[in-house]
C-alpha cells in the first residue's frame, strides 16, 4: 500500500506514517487507511500500539519536525552503509543507480516521503524522482 512492500518492514513503515498523518492533520481515518491496518492485524502483524499516546498532545509543527529530524537520521544511516557522502549526492548525474537504490532503501525502510528525499538529495521535483523509481 502507498508504494511500500508487503513485509513486515513494510508494513511497519506504513502503521509510522499512518499515525503521524492522523496525529498531524486532525482527522479520522479513511476506509482505506482502515483496511490497510485490519490487513496488517490479520497478516499477524502488531497493531496494539497503532496510536501511540507519545503522540497526544504535540503540536503539528513539532510532529513534522520529529518525524524530519527522524527521517534525515535514516536518510544518514543509508548513505553511510552503501559507503557514500554527502557532497556525492551533488555529482551528476541525478539519476546514478546507487541514488535511486537509496531513495528505495529508505523509502521502503523508514517510510520517508519521495518529496522530501526529492528535496534532500537535489532531484529538482519529486515528479522526476517517482518517474526514476517507476523506471528502474
Request: aromatic share 8%.
Given at each position: ?30 476506509d482505506e487507511e482502515l483496511f490497510g491496518l485490519v490487513r496488517k492485524e490479520k497478516a499477524g502483524r502488531r497493531t496494539e500500539e497503532a496510536f501511540s499516546p507519545a503522540l ?81
Open positions: 500500500m502507498h508504494g511500500l512492500r508487503d513485509d513486515s518492514p513494510g508494513w511497519d513503515a506504513y502503521e509510522e506514517r499512518l499515525r503521524f498523518v492522523l496525529a498531524t492533520e486532525d482527522r479520522p481515518a479513511t497526544a498532545g504535540k503540536s503539528r509543527e513539532l510532529l513534522l519536525a520529529e518525524e524530519h529530524a527522524r527521517w534525515e537520521q535514516a536518510f544518514l544511516a543509508g548513505l553511510s552503509s552503501i559507503g557514500q557522502t554527502e557532497e556525492q549526492l551533488s555529482v551528476p548525474p541525478k539519476a546514478q543507480a546507487w541514488k535511486v537504490a537509496l531513495v528505495r532503501q529508505v523509502r521502503d525502510a523508514h517510510g520517508i516521503s519521495t518529496s522530501w528525499l526529492a528535496r534532500r538529495m537535489g532531484f529538482g521535483s519529486p515528479s522526476y524522482l517517482r518517474k526514476l523509481l517507476c523506471s528502474n
